[in-house]
């Protein structure tokens, strides 16, 4: 991905530049001194690349991630969802756009999970036209769950039930498709976007072929390949 760090989809406008001069930006990985309106230096960009997710075989649906969740790729999705920056968000619009383009044909529908902060339903707006995208699909019980860190401390199988608990159809009218793909920001188990394909092949009535699973970013875990033992 050449320079990919740096892409910017828009030419900074005159405040954009006069706010940087005024109050410069550091590096999100190094903290040196930014100029030029970029998110890492150049150092960084070197060091530390955005990485491609790995590809993954298809299980009961297919997988498709857009890049790692670490270093670089972690600094500036942190920035875009969490910071709120508008100019990482950008960066992510850019690098998210030839890959749903990619995926997103006419006969296409993207389901977006709930989030409790906007970025994704942001960027899924940005590079998908409407009629292709579905941002009520699924809804959670208690809105508590998402976004908060409570999950992470929990093992294995009671992060499933409370997923399995929480996320539900939201008995909306989708509309036809050939394919169906299953949108989130960051998956580490794809626990998630497992049950939200389960409860869109239910639903729907589909055959499970037509539905991929895709996160911008994946998440990899030190111990075990989740993605390799499917749940029931
Ligand atoms: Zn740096």
């Not at 529908?109 to 995208?133: H, M, N, T």
């Not at 049950?195 to 030190?222: G, N, Q, V």
Request: hydrophobic share 40%; net charge positive; proline share 7%.
């Amino acid at each position: 991905m050449d320079s990919a760090v740096s892409a910017q989809p828009v030419k900074p406008g005159f405040f954009p530049v006069l706010l940087q001069a005024l109050f410069p930006e550091n590096c999100l990985l190094c903290d040196e001194r930014l100029t030029g309106g970029r998110l890492i230096c150049r150092q960084c960009e070197v060091s530390d690349p955005l990485k491609p997710a790995p590809e993954f075989a298809p299980e009961r649906y297919g997988r498709q991630f857009g890049f790692l969740y670490e270093g670089s790729g972690k600094a500036l999705l942190k920035a875009a969802k969490f910071g709120h920056r508008r100019r990482a968000r950008n960066f992510w619009i850019a690098a998210a756009r030839p890959l749903l383009t990619h995926f997103a044909g006419e006969k296409t529908k993207l389901l977006a999970l709930p989030s409790s902060k906007p970025f994704l339903q942001q960027l899924l707006q940005a590079v998908v036209p409407p009629e292709r995208l579905v941002l009520n699909a699924f809804r959670t019980k208690r809105s508590a769950f998402f976004g908060n860190d409570a999950n992470k401390f929990l093992g294995e199988a009671a992060r499933y039930r409370r997923i399995h608990d929480s996320l539900q159809w939201n008995n909306q009218m989708i509309g036809e498709a050939d394919r169906y793909i299953i949108c989130d920001d960051v998956s580490t188990t794809g626990a998630t976007l497992i049950h939200a394909a389960r409860l869109t092949e239910s639903h729907l009535r589909i055959a499970p072929e037509r539905i991929t699973i895709w996160a911008l970013l994946y998440r990899p875990r030190e111990f075990a390949d989740h993605l390799r033992t499917p749940r029931q």
